[in-house]
């Protein structure tokens, strides 16, 4: 059997902390994310972009591998 690249697959999104207070910037990123509301969640690729848009809102999501 194929073991999978790390850098491959999906990520769970689920925003855990809400954006009032933080700048437009990081109310945007979580929305281009797939987020809305507090606990919504979104299942998104690994691609470089998504995971850098996880590490600049960090402190508002947490972010699961999905097989």
Known sequence: MAKANAKTGKVKI???KS???????VRETVKS?????LRSSAVQS?????LGKIR????LVIAEDVD
């Open 56 to 59: 600049r809102v960090n402190h």
């Open 14 to 16: 689920t925003l855990v």
């Open 33 to 37: 994310l797939g987020l809305g509301k």
């Open 19 to 25: 954006v009032i207070g933080h700048n437009h910037d």
């Open 46 to 50: 690994k691609t470089p972009d998504i």
